[in-house]
């Protein structure tokens, strides 16, 4: 006999670990409150996508009927050759080296839907249920989600100004090491440029420090460096610093992961990893049980843009647009809340966030009653500082992005959120 009642469905660990990802939350935040001026999407501004260039280089794509066959087909894992060897002359471009003098060629190029993926594949291959990493406190949430879902722990260091702190770094390993979890570290995530949410770049003398602790740390296993440097291009004064990657000789400590979501579009959503020698493998095995090769028209695309010339005079025009940007929120912050006592914030040098602390007793957690005041009634969102801990606190600080809202916006957004914060406190 059979009833018609419903069996549970009975759901993976996995799922278990990626459940309620703030990330969810907050984009249906915004999609239940179309009129709320949102400082809290990462989205990149609107009016200079680049649609002169895409279309310029779709054109070039599908002019040829033999090239565009081969765009339109599938490709392969790692992504395409041509675009691969773009990549990587851009790649070195910035690292004021020539392709030849990487020392490496296009086999540890991968490219991937966009650096998200790349940051997923490497929990997926080199992290098991209780492994750990240790990130920067606060560090971009969305990765600690990919840490959460692989089941690992993210273990906080402290970061200041200049990033993660490295004595703080050492301090964790040995805390790791007296409680017999050192095997189980496996990375050390850092964003190196701009940062997710701070707006801040780790120092020239961290980024040597860094390898130089995860190559003497490496005692029964090597520990890896996840550079994450997607902000990389978004530089509006200040230095180029060299990457992380750079300051590793051997190549084999670093996995160094980019972007062309912020400095060209996201729609395309084209990332680029260079991998370790051994880590190329077992990421292509990942990626190849996952999609086989990401979308092969778009790493195309990306490939002439590069070529063209294209990707660099639109960068320019980015970071310009940017530039006046960051500077409307500062004025604005400088303007609004510069007299509300306890608040301050990092003037970011480059990237698209300015994160801010509020007072020690204001709490802008999703479920305090600044996020209810900010949203409901004065119509502006912000992303709660909390997500951005590995452990969850503190409380007070929130990051504001500068990204997809016009000036105005930006303006009106700072003024109605130090309205919003006044009204609380
Ligand atoms: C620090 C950081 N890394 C990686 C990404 C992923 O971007 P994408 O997958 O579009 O390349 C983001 C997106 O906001 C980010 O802020």
Known sequence: MTDNHLRPVSLSRRWHYAREQAISFLMQQAVENPQVISLAAGLVDFETLPVHEALAGVQELLADKDRA????????????????????????????RTPDQLGFDTARVVLTTGSQQLLSLACEVLLDPGDICLVADPTYFVFLGNLQGVGAEAVGVAADDDGMRTDALEAALRQLEAAGKLERVKLIYVVSYYDNPRGVSMSGQRRREVVDIARRWSRTQRILILEDAAYRELRYDGPALPSVWSCDPTGEHVIYTQTFSKSFSPGLRVG?????????????????????????????????????????????????????????????????????????WVHPAGGLYVWMTLPEALDTGFNGRLFEEAVKRAGVMYVPGGLFYAAGSPRNQMRLSF???????????????????RAVT
């Not at 599938?74 to 990549?87: H, K, S």
């Not at 990421?283 to 990707?311: H, T, W």
């Not at 990204?403 to 914060?421: C, Y």
């Open 69 to 96: 066959r081969h765009a339109l087909q599938y490709g392969t894992t790692p992504g395409a050759d041509d675009a691969r060897r773009a990549v990587l002359q851009h790649f070195a471009r910035q690292e004021g």
């Open 272 to 344: 680029f990893g260079i991998l370790p020698q051994d880590v190329i493998g077992p990421v292509c095995d990942r990626k190849g049980n996952e999609d086989f090769g990401s979308a092969n028209f778009n790493q195309r695309l990306i490939g002439k843009v590069l070529e063209s010339g294209g990707f660099e005079q639109h960068l320019q025009e980015v970071c310009r647009n940017y530039v006046r940007k960051r500077d409307a929120m500062l004025e604005a912050a400088e303007e609004h809340f510069s007299s509300i006592p306890g608040a301050a």
């Open 403 to 421: 990204g997809v809202q016009t000036p105005d916006g930006i303006r009106e957004g700072m003024r109605r959120l130090a309205g919003a914060v």
